[in-house]
């Protein structure tokens, strides 16, 4: 059973930046997919960014061109690179993957960005 574990969430002003982290109990990120998720207030959780462990990385459209995902040659900590901020980014963040048909999720990290 892996553990994750999200940081680097806080308060940023529009325009600004934050990078997440979610760091695991193992290796996990080198054989499974590596997902973002956020969950605004009153609203359902939504995939922002995806990485599979060959590399290739996708995004939801809101978010193309100002995040980017990442994962560091341990394979247990993916990063979410967050650039130019909006309002709309604000939720708690989420990291998740899986492993032998059982979800994995961190505790989450709260985001605001304040306009």
């Known amino acids: 059973q892996v553990q994750l574990r999200e940081s680097g969430g806080g308060l940023v002003q529009a325009g600004g930046s934050l990078r997440l982290s979610c760091k695991a109990t193992?290796?996990?990120?080198?054989?499974?997919?590596a997902n973002w998720y956020r969950q605004a207030p009153g609203k359902q959780r939504e995939l922002v960014a995806s990485r599979t462990p060959g590399g290739t990385t996708t995004y939801v459209d809101s978010v193309k061109g100002r995040f980017t995902i990442s994962r560091d040659n341990t394979y247990s900590t993916v990063y979410l690179q967050m650039s130019k901020l909006k309002p709309e980014d604000t939720g708690v963040y989420y990291c998740g993957t899986s492993r032998l048909g059982i979800d994995y999720w961190g505790q989450g990290t709260q985001v605001t960005v304040s306009s």
């Open positions: 193992d290796g996990i990120f080198g054989f499974h997919t």
